[in-house]
């Protein structure tokens, strides 16, 4: 026999601090009591108040959600409640579709009867004995056949009606009704259904739909409360309680974390700023390429400063409705000061905030809701004073496009750059990105570092990601220095592909690669070859890998033309080898084309043009599209210096390669060999010595050149 199952302790008002927690607790110790007695289920069944725990810790575990003080009542989430579809709603649609049907039926009721005429048909049908009833008011007849009779035009009926023309003889008709038995009735006619059930029957339903409408309404709230909804804040609100992100969590940009640690501090103790005077940034602008960590940052400064943090994208502000982006904005604010002290992070800032005379005046195209939206925030930053506690952080990774209305003193004044880690930086951000995955002994996380120049956090943590689903897919045990290497080879260039290749392709790209190679290992001021191969990977053929030993901030124009003959060796290959070249060098030539450009427009290398800027940093300028901000006798200046300078690279190019011929044979007879070497494999094949300043060591991915 089954245990008994023990029942809960009572619960008393007395017990409880609150009527609506009382009310609660009565209703889970029913529920409770409930199950007991139906399933008979040996074991106790879990308690109301283990219910009433689980469901509390359930709801404050929620991300955004801020958990209430033990006894206070549950408050309003500020949302309409849920519309359910239940059995009983479709009942109700079931009733409105058969009630239409009915008033329709009825409708068409009276219209069943067929117009016969009064002679000759319907004495006929008299005389023949035909007709078995009538009713008559006036000079109008309707009555029944004894069966189905047919009129022209009309279906077989037993239903009829006519009229009495007033010259006819009713004394005759009336006895030869009586001669053939006829059913003489003088009630009035049935016209149709009496004026009370026409009226319910045609404004019944509507009325049914009018009302059940207005009780969804009332149920879900008002009209005003509906159109309220969507003016309200789209903000995450995270709580600083349970896993919160410090800096701790943040690696790389150690200037950035330098930088708000001020901020952190006046959120921690204002009253150490306030009493001399001093006053905090109303914003702080974030402003990077995207991957650099800029959001992440703006949580750690939330979680180190232990204060709620308000998160939402500026394009969330803006809708179809007007005035909802602004709206928005107020409802953000109100809740981020009734929480002070907090931040308000927008990322994306750009997407409201771009400047609004941008362009020729008149054609801007500028959106009047979004400047609303952009006046806004404007406003409500203006509404800040010293001992409010909240702060502002955007986000932008196009800080020149922005209002210079948002950058003044007192609203984002405080402008800060998260760059592209160092190399010491993506070493930081790889053990971050590491701490929960098993690395084989011979993975150094400083040599993987030193492969990646240019890479950000998103680009390094995709990396240790692709590593760790690569060395899951071969079974290892943990993630080797291999699973790395081959991950960046599928992030750079994609997955290898099985390309059948004729042999004189595979010879082609060979001397192609090779010619890349021969170039830079020969060319003072060009980067170290790391890596050589001609599988297939991507959209290429084949992949030449150069980099830097060190990450580079600025370059010489000796080495930005080396830039640009390492790129011409392939293309100079082929038409050394072959005497014709191909399209497999087109990323070549539009890769530098754009160097010599940037040299000849940005950056002052050319004499003929001078130490002028001619070329937008952004490539649009402040014109309309189409309208160039120089000359034409510039623009074609320009074209010309960019032709010289890449033809005189071309043919400092083609002579270096034929003096070297036996060089550029022997690395492309290793390539179609082994298909793939790696540096040192590389230098021996083509039988050249590395320069002083090279070292061994891992490829990198600084620069690509394709067939």
């Known amino acids: 026999m089954p245990a008994p199952i023990p029942r809960p302790p009572p619960v008393t008002r007395a017990t409880w601090p609150s009527s609506s927690l009382w009310l609660t607790a009565r209703a889970y110790a029913r529920r409770a009591e409930r199950c007991r007695e139906l399933t008979r289920l040996p074991g106790p069944v879990l308690s109301w108040h283990r219910v009433l725990v689980s469901t509390d810790s359930q709801r404050d575990s929620s991300p955004g959600r801020l958990r209430q003080p033990t006894g206070a009542p549950p ?77 022209a035009g009309s279906k077989a009926t037993t239903r009829f009606k006519t009229e009495i023309p007033t010259f006819a003889d009713t004394k005759a008709l009336s006895q030869l009704l009586q001669r053939k038995g006829v059913i003489v009735n003088a009630q009035p006619l049935q016209t149709g259904a009496p004026w009370w059930e026409n009226l319910l029957l045609g404004f019944g339903p509507t009325l049914l739909f009018l009302l059940l409408l207005v009780w969804l309404m009332r149920r879900a709230g008002n009209v005003q409360g509906m159109l309220g909804a969507f003016g309200r804040s789209r903000a995450r609100r995270y709580q600083p309680t349970g896993d919160r992100v410090t800096f701790a969590d943040v690696a790389g940009i150690d200037e950035a974390k330098s930088e708000l640690s001020e901020v952190v501090d006046f959120l921690r103790s204002p009253d150490k700023y306030l009493k001399l005077g001093g006053r905090i940034p109303h914003g702080v602008l974030l402003a990077g390429p995207p991957g650099t960590g800029k959001t992440l940052l703006a949580r750690a400064v939330a979680g180190e400063a232990n204060v709620p943090f308000f998160s939402m994208s500026a394009s969330e502000f803006v809708e179809a409705i007007v005035g909802i982006g602004a709206s928005r904005v107020r409802d953000l604010f109100a809740q981020a000061k009734e929480a002070a002290p907090a931040i308000v992070f927008i990322d994306e800032l750009d997407a409201i905030g771009r400047s609004r005379t941008s ?25 800040f004073d010293s001992s409010t506690g909240v702060i502002v952080i955007g986000a932008t990774n196009r800080p020149d496009v922005l209002d210079q209305a948002l950058l003044r003193p007192g609203r984002f004044d405080r402008r800060i750059a998260v760059q592209p880690p160092d190399r010491n930086g993506r070493e930081q951000i790889l053990k971050v990105h590491t701490r929960g995955v098993p690395l084989g002994p011979d993975v150094d ?59 004189e392709d595979r010879r082609r790209t060979a001397y192609h690669e090779g010619g890349h190679a021969i170039v830079g290992m020969l060319t003072e001021g060009a980067d170290p070859v790391r890596k050589i191969s001609i599988i297939p990977r991507g959209l290429s053929l084949g992949v030449t890998f150069s980099a830097p030993e060190a990450d580079r901030y600025s370059y010489e124009q000796r080495e930005l033309e080396a830039k640009i003959k390492v790129a011409l060796g392939g293309r100079s290959a082929e038409e050394i080898v072959f005497e014709e070249p191909t399209t497999g060098a087109e990323s070549d030539i539009q890769q530098l084309t754009e160097i010599a450009r940037q040299m000849v427009g940005r950056w002052g290398m050319s004499t003929k043009i001078g130490p002028v800027a001619v070329t937008p940093v952004d490539g649009r300028g402040p014109f309309l599209p189409g309208v160039a901000e120089v000359s034409q006798h510039t623009q074609e200046l320009i074209d010309d210096e960019v032709r010289r300078i890449v033809e005189a690279a071309h043919a400092e190019v083609v002579t270096l390669l034929k003096g070297n011929r036996d060089k550029l044979d022997s690395l492309a007879a290793a390539l179609l060999e082994h298909e793939t070497l790696d540096e040192d494999e590389a230098y021996a094949a083509a039988h050249v010595a590395k320069r002083l300043e090279e070292t061994p060591g891992e490829y990198a991915t600084a620069a690509r050149k394709a067939v």
């Open 359 to 383: 362009g020729v005046a008149g054609f801007s195209g500028g959106n009047d809701e979004r400047e609303q939206t952009l006046n806004q925030i404007l406003t409500e930053m203006d509404g």
């Open 445 to 503: 996380l400083g040599r993987i570092a030193a492969t990646t120049p240019g890479m950000v956090g998103a680009d390094l943590a995709n990396l240790v990601n692709e590593a760790a689903l690569l060395a899951a897919r071969r079974n290892h045990d943990v993630v080797t220095e291999a699973d790395f290497t081959d991950a960046l080879e599928r992030i750079v260039l994609g997955a290898e592909r099985q390309v059948m290749m004729s042999k």
């Open 75 to 151: 408050q309003p989430s500020g949302r309409p409640p849920r519309f359910r579809i239940t059995w009983w709603w479709i009942a109700v649609v079931l009733a409105l579709f058969a009630i239409n049907y009915y008033a329709g039926s009825r409708a068409t009721q009276g219209q069943a009867r067929v117009r016969v005429p009064y002679s000759p048909f319907f004495l006929q049908q008299v005389n023949a004995g035909h007709v078995k009833e009538i009713t008559s008011k006036g000079t109008a007849i309707q009555g029944t056949f004894t069966q189905k009779e047919r009129y």
